[in-house]
DNA sequence: TTCAAATAATAGTATTACTATCATAAATAA
DNA sequence: TTATTTATGATAGTAATACTATTATTTGAA
């Protein structure tokens, strides 16, 4: 028996399950490819469909739009990310070493699992380094919260707040301090590669660089 | 005589100057009310066009494309921010006064400043929080680097990581700090009026508590 | 075997992101 | 002053994008 890690999404995300047939899986297959390929903004539904050797129509069976796409594939990496956070921290006593595991979980570049057949998660990450922000930062940010489709965001946000309140029960802010983690875990990663002055992690192009930098941000302002 | 702020801004953003014509500063003036009203995504030259009275061709023999539009303003934006730094940090000698100055600054919401006709800073703030990223986040972000177009937010990172160092010379992550000063006083901005779960500033929605996390996020971390 | 659901094939529309052309008005130089 | 450059206005046109609609064909489950 073949053990298939299967990852809970929102259905107001797509009009059809994409799980549920050869031809959704590999439009979120070829999606993932093309979008880490050439960027979100290069991407259409046309190339997509002759990609995968459909047509445009066939694919908006599946999803409304574009936007709506990428926050599925999105929402589903953050659904992974819990799942690899549950199983990295679990058993684990000490809120330090768990914390530190989640500043590395978030900053390592993920290698493809193996137990998620249409879904490469090394490009996936390289496309929330780049486009993860682009989910949120739109003029329907309100009407999408409401519908729900950054939950799994704030469920790790969540996550990563009430780890950072075991490691100090005082501290004020935990759940800034996880975004704030989250965030820069991409952002530096971005600079690091395309725009090395904003950082100081230019010869090394080394996410351990930027591990260390977090650590010591996070230690310092909690406080342990 | 009037005192008119003048920004240098770089001559491969535009094709014509928009400084030297009624035009063009039309152009700029309501390219950030339409950009600010209904974002980025949303905003068209020909809706810019139609918005100032003139046509799409018309606002293409300034600009070629409304990504160098965006990337324009932005810029323009950093600049104004560097000369406020410079204006309101002058004759400080203490650094970590500076320090929290350059907080403030990024922080909090803008007034709109009488010294620049046709720019509205508020609204320009605002843009910067929800655009500002976009800028950067594309698939072309080398060539446009290489073009110096990232050379305002470069300085400005720069002269933050000055005055880092001014606070604790030994400090390690001087620009890599700057940088998540700049961006998380905008983001955790966004955070809080839109998923305001991401943070622990909901009630308030107020800037003055977000300048607390960050004060004490970076004192902590550079430890003065 | 039949019937419903999924897909393929094709067409069509409105909008976007441009480029090109030509006429006219305003500024400037000879 | 006229001649000439330069900016703008008016209009057209194109390729690509972001969809919607229709019909035919295949597949698969009852």
Same mark, same amino acid.
């Given at each position: 028996?073949?053990?298939?890690?299967?990852?809970?999404?929102?259905?107001?995300? !797509?009009?059809?399950? &994409?799980?549920?047939?050869?031809?959704?899986?590999? +439009?979120?297959?070829?999606?993932?490819?093309?979008?880490?390929?050439?960027?979100?903004?290069?991407?259409?539904?046309?190339?997509? #469909?002759?990609?995968?050797?459909?047509?445009?129509?066939?694919?908006?069976?599946?999803?409304?739009?574009?936007?709506?796409?990428?926050?599925?594939?999105?929402?589903?990496?953050?659904?992974?990310?819990?799942?690899?956070?549950? !199983?990295? *921290?679990? %058993?684990?006593?000490? &809120?330090?070493?768990?914390?530190?595991?989640?500043? *590395?979980?978030? @900053?390592? %570049? /993920?290698?493809?699992?193996?137990?998620?057949?249409?879904?490469?998660?090394?490009? $996936?990450?390289?496309? =929330?380094? @780049?486009?993860?922000?682009? #989910?949120? =930062? *739109?003029?329907? /940010?309100?009407?999408?919260?409401?519908?729900?489709?950054?939950?799994? !965001?704030?469920? =790790?946000?969540?996550?990563?707040?009430? +780890?950072? $309140?075991?490691? %100090?029960?005082?501290?004020?802010?935990?759940?800034?301090?996880?975004?704030? +983690?989250?965030?820069?875990?991409?952002?530096? %990663?971005?600079?690091?590669?395309? =725009? &090395?002055?904003?950082?100081?992690?230019?010869?090394?192009?080394?996410?351990?660089?930027?591990?260390? !930098?977090?650590?010591?941000?996070?230690?310092?302002? +909690?406080?342990?």
């Amino acid at each position: 028996m073949k053990l298939e890690l299967q990852i809970k999404m929102n259905p107001s995300l !797509y009009l059809r399950d &994409p799980e549920q047939s050869e031809l959704g899986k590999n +439009i979120i297959k070829h999606s993932i490819q093309l979008i880490h390929d050439n960027g979100f903004e290069a991407f259409t539904f046309k190339k997509l #469909a002759e990609s995968i050797g459909t047509t445009e129509a066939g694919v908006y069976r599946y999803f409304e739009n574009k936007h709506k796409l990428l926050v599925y594939i999105i929402s589903w990496y953050w659904g992974w990310i819990q799942f690899q956070l549950n !199983y990295q *921290t679990n %058993n684990i006593s000490e &809120p330090t070493i768990k914390l530190k595991k989640v500043i *590395t979980l978030l @900053s390592k %570049n /993920v290698e493809d699992d193996i137990t998620t057949g249409h879904v490469d998660e090394a490009q $996936l990450h390289q496309i =929330l380094i @780049s486009e993860g922000s682009k #989910a949120y =930062l *739109t003029n329907h /940010v309100g009407k999408d919260n409401k519908q729900q489709f950054f939950k799994p !965001y704030k469920d =790790l946000c969540n996550a990563v707040g009430e +780890i950072i $309140l075991e490691c %100090n029960p005082k501290y004020k802010y935990p759940h800034s301090l996880a975004s704030t +983690i989250i965030e820069m875990a991409h952002l530096q %990663n971005f600079f690091m590669n395309h =725009l &090395p002055s904003l950082t100081d992690f230019s010869k090394s192009k080394d996410e351990s660089e930027i591990i260390k !930098y977090l650590e010591e941000l996070v230690f310092n302002t +909690i406080r342990v």
